[in-house]
């Protein structure tokens, strides 16, 4: 588990212990307030103005850990229904731009009423409802966005039907005039519907994007508990990509974000021969699994309880224990994928005192299996943001054969309402 140099990292962030966790009011305060005022992580879509009731709620009626969740969910409720009515009030007077953007900040609404994870029936119907406005307020834009639905052709008997993902095509975008293509796979808890903050940047760019989660979250097919789950789902999506002739196959990416760059370390290579290059933004693959990892990482940087979400997030519900006791069964390093021969271009993000999941697994990366091009961020933590960004546009860039400089692209992500 140790870094080069000697420095055993995991049992040094062992010993913190996050202001955040201690109420909502803490976790406001201290690490939500900014974000949410700029419009970053985990409020993309959102309006400080829109939130501000609610935290003055739940502030009020005291919440902390542990949440119960269907209280903590309902706060949320009255506000994203005000934003809804507003956005189908505008959407009859014929103001298509602002009913969009009422659309998506009921959804940054109902988005943080349901994280970090669907775990109760009021949650649940959140990311329903958050889903519903999502998908309004993409369609509504002036570059629309597609909700699409396709057969998990793949899938066991006990898996999910189909497979659902937002999919951009640029304006202009046909059969003779192909686009690039760049996949978004989402993390433990920023779905398709947050994630879609990336598509217009993209769409500018002349290129084509599907957004969609990984197992265990929003609307994946995949079986949570079955490490060989994920390689079914994506031979579906692959497969039905494979037929989309706006689509330049020759210029195919993949970009899987926090636990979604561990499904995209794997996918790397068990589909090395469907993409032109991944990258794996703030992801692990084996420490990540380690009990001892697990069970202090409640505490550090993750907004709640991490190590419970992620047992959820893998098919254990509440049970805590036994996933730390059979966690390993999902590492990439067990179970030989970073040994294999075959890889296509992978680049590894992240920042150095990630406290989500450890450095130590993309040391991991680098010393198994085919050469993998890497950057770490000095004094980040997880996902090395915002630097992170700016070096993984670049690469894609110049793997897609596209000019400009991704400053420009990061400024078409929304961070303050105009209405």
């Known amino acids: 588990m140790a870094a080069p140099g000697g420095k055993f990292f995991i049992q040094d962030k062992l010993k913190d212990v996050a202001p955040h966790h201690e109420s909502f009011e803490q976790l406001w305060e201290t690490k939500w307030k900014m974000p949410c005022t700029l419009g970053l992580y985990p409020f993309m879509f959102g309006a400080l103005k829109d939130f501000e009731p609610v935290v003055e709620r739940l502030i009020k009626e005291g919440q ?28 009859q007077e014929g103001n298509q731009e602002k009913a969009s953007e009422f659309h998506l900040r009921a959804s940054a609404i109902y988005r943080i009423s349901r994280f970090p994870a669907p775990r109760s029936e009021k949650q649940r119907y959140a990311w329903i409802e958050g889903k519903k406005a999502a998908n309004k307020g993409l369609a509504l834009r002036e570059r629309p966005t597609k909700a699409m639905t396709i057969p998990h052709k ?9 497979v659902q993902f937002y ?34 940047g993209w769409s500018q760019k002349g290129v084509g994007v599907i957004v969609l989660e990984i197992p265990g979250t929003g609307d ?80 550090l940087e993750y907004p709640f309880d991490l190590a419970h979400t992620l047992a959820y997030k893998w098919g254990y519900g509440d049970d805590l224990e036994k996933f730390k006791q059979e966690g390993m069964k999902f590492s990439l390093v067990e179970d030989g994928t970073l ?31 085919t050469p993998k091009e890497t950057r770490f961020i000095q004094s980040r933590k997880h996902m ?5 960004f700016i070096v993984i546009l670049s690469w894609l860039y110049k793997l897609f054969g596209l000019a400009g400089h991704p400053g420009e692209q990061m400024r078409t992500i929304p961070s303050r309402p105009k209405y």
């Open 64 to 91: 902390k850990e542990p949440y119960d969740w269907d209280a903590y969910a309902q706060a949320f409720f009255p506000k994203a229904e005000e934003l809804v009515a507003e956005a189908e009030k505008a959407e």
């Open 154 to 162: 793949h899938g066991l008997e006990n898996e999910g039907k189909d």
């Open 167 to 200: 999919y951009h095509l640029p304006p202009g975008t046909t059969k003779d005039k192909p686009v690039p293509l760049v996949i978004i796979l989402s993390g433990l808890d920023g779905y398709r519907t947050e994630l879609a903050v990336w598509i217009e």
């Open 220 to 299: 994946s097919p995949a079986a949570p508990n079955d490490p060989t789950s994920p390689e079914r789902e994506w031979s579906s999506l692959f497969d039905w990509i494979d037929q989309q002739p706006e689509i330049d196959h020759s210029r195919r990416a993949l970009w899987g974000f926090s636990t979604g760059g561990y499904y995209a370390i794997r996918l790397a290579h068990t589909h090395h021969d469907r993409l032109a290059g991944v990258v794996a933004l703030g992801g692990g693959c084996h420490h990540m699994f380690a009990p001892e990892w697990l069970s202090n990482v409640n505490h």
């Open 339 to 369: 040994d294999k021969p075959d890889c296509t271009r992978l680049l590894l993000v992240n920042g150095v005192g990630d406290e989500i999941f450890p450095i130590d697994d993309y040391y991991e990366c680098i010393q198994r299996g």
């Open 384 to 388: 090395g943001e915002p630097e992170s």
